[in-house]
RNA sequence: GUCCCCAUCGUCUAGUUCGGCCAAGGACACCGCCCUUUCACGGCGGCGACGGGGGUUCAAAUCCCCCUGGGGACGCCA
């Protein structure tokens, strides 16, 4: 039996968000750093907005970014027949009531005590009503909650104990009205009955661990660790939310990231450090995070979302990366721009060429281009260096290109002084030919540029840029 | 409204556990300079914070209280 024991519990009823994603990385680095257990679980019980495709976001994005799990994914739809023998079990000890009001009776008392300021909480009209006088009718299970005393929650990621007053809390429904178990219901059952140690999770839950306790305790099952971790804001501050459309273009959904050339050990890595650190530490691998993570390193305030700083770990990790690799990953972005390029040699050297000078493979797509097809002419770039004097001397750059065999670096750069000499030295030529070749003022170096390209391309482009000029 | 959490540079954080090593360190961003065929990379330097007020103490970013500010939760959602 592991030490440690965490789960991952998403609802598949919506995108997967950063926030979700940094608690299962860190409940997950826990389990691995403690050479325990991670599991899986799909938290599906409401019906009404889970979807098979939100589960397999979830599995897709824990895939890619390298989180493994060593059980499940367990689905509660599944388990539907020991959550109710478990509630059944609480009203046989007295332990939860069946209640009888309807929702609108429930709404509309809702509002009275809004409107009168106070907490909005159940009543507990059915609490002492006998358990024979609402047979039949239809009902929901609610939790007796104790009446006084208070809860103690010791946070491992706090290093607190927090006390709560019984009185505080709501007799909460454990099984509703169509049979279907709620969230503080099950959660306590599943991390019983599959051992969970410890419960790591956003610090949106702490109003709710105390009720979790106390159903512990009425389950008659030992109450597990917590942990709850600070959430992760937007850039405006606040919970981040949910933006409309799709979850490809919503930064705070983790599908944002592959989408956009991301790397997963850069998201990896900005995770880990956003609420968590190790010093002066910024770079972490993988395989460092699992050795080193912790709950004492554990930020406790809530921090925001910085997307120039992923950005600048993500070109960290372009620049550490198998150029093979990075070529295979950059494919899809290719074909994106209309690009058919093939794995291969060439393509490994165009990385390398972009390595340094991308931030991400979207960025690494776009400053590729130019070895692909020609593009256009940026207009202040031609302004500026390809003018009418320009023209004969790319003209002759073009000629003498056409005969240097081999095409090496040392041959170009020969050739081009030679022709600069030509012409009455002192000439700048690197800038007009670098737009005559890529049609913009930044590239790499020229003659790696010039290399790839091939001394026919280079000359065709030389002598195209020439002619446009004359035109 | 009630309950709960939090509080160091613009942002992420180190330092808080055992108060003194902190005239507060690192990283991102920003601004200079260097390198340089462009753009980057890299190097060097700069800007920049303990929210406020009370305590406790020889000594507080570190401990206590209050205020303020920020966030979360109050569902037959999770």
Same mark, same amino acid.
């Given at each position: 039996m592991p030490n440690v024991v965490t789960r991952f519990a998403p609802s598949p009823t919506g995108r997967l968000t950063i926030g979700g994603v940094r608690t299962a990385l860190f409940s997950w680095l826990y389990a691995r750093r403690h050479e325990g257990k991670f599991i899986l679980r799909i938290e599906d019980t409401d019906q009404e907005r889970s979807t098979p495709e939100n589960v397999q976001v979830i599995l897709d994005s824990l895939s890619w970014l390298g989180i493994d799990w060593?059980? $499940?994914? &367990?689905?509660?739809a599944r388990r539907m027949e020991l959550y109710r023998k478990e509630a059944e079990r609480l009203v046989a000890e007295g332990k939860a009531y069946r209640c009888v009001c309807t929702k609108e009776e429930l709404d509309a008392r809702r509002k009275e005590m809004e409107a009168r300021k106070e907490?909005? =909480? &159940?009543? $507990?009209?059915? =609490? +002492?009503?006998?358990e024979a006088a609402k047979a039949g009718l239809p009902s929901v299970i609610r939790f007796r909650t104790p009446p006084d005393g208070e809860t103690e929650v010791r946070d491992l990621v706090l290093k607190k104990t927090i006390v709560f007053r019984n009185s505080e809390l709501d007799d909460l429904i454990l099984i509703r009205s169509d049979g279907w178990p709620t969230y503080n219901f099950v959660v306590a059952v599943d991390d019983s009955s599959m051992r969970v140690t410890h419960v790591l999770r956003g610090d949106d839950h702490l109003n709710n661990t105390p009720k979790q306790i106390l159903i512990y305790d009425a389950l008659g099952y030992p109450v597990p660790h917590f942990g709850h971790f600070p959430l992760i804001h937007g850039t405006e501050g606040g919970k981040m939310s949910k933006r409309e459309g799709k979850d490809f273009d919503?930064?705070? +959904?983790? !599908?944002y990231y592959p989408r956009h050339g991301f790397l997963p050990e850069a998201v990896v890595n900005y995770l880990a450090r956003l609420g968590w !650190?190790? $010093?002066?530490?910024e770079i972490f691998t993988v395989e460092e995070l699992k050795s080193l993570f912790s709950l004492e390193g554990t930020n406790n305030s809530a921090s925001r979302f910085d997307m120039t700083k992923l950005l600048h770990l993500d070109a960290h990790w372009i620049k550490a990366a198998d150029p093979a690799r990075l070529a295979r990953l950059l494919l899809p972005f290719l074909k994106d721009r209309g690009i058919e390029a093939s794995e291969g040699e060439r393509l490994v050297k165009v990385v390398r060429t972009l390595q340094e000078r991308s931030r991400t493979l979207e960025e690494m797509a776009d400053a590729a281009e130019f070895y692909f097809r020609e593009k256009p002419t940026d207009p202040k770039a031609s302004a500026k260096f390809l003018t009418p004097e320009i023209a004969p001397v790319l003209r002759d750059i073009a000629e003498a290109f +056409? +005969?240097?065999?081999?095409?090496t670096p040392s041959g170009m750069e020969e050739t081009l002084h030679a022709v600069v000499e030509r012409h009455g030295g002192n000439l700048k030529v690197h800038q007009p030919i670098r737009v005559a070749l890529t049609g913009g003022t930044a590239s790499p170096g020229l003659f790696e540029v010039m290399e790839i390209l091939g001394r026919d391309e280079v000359v065709r482009r030389l002598g195209g840029a020439a002619g446009r000029i004359g035109a």
């Open positions: 060593d059980e $499940g994914p &367990y689905f509660q907490k909005p =909480r &159940y009543d $507990g009209r059915c =609490r +002492s009503v006998p919503d930064p705070s +959904s983790l !599908g !650190g190790h $010093g002066d530490q +056409s +005969s240097l065999d081999p095409f």
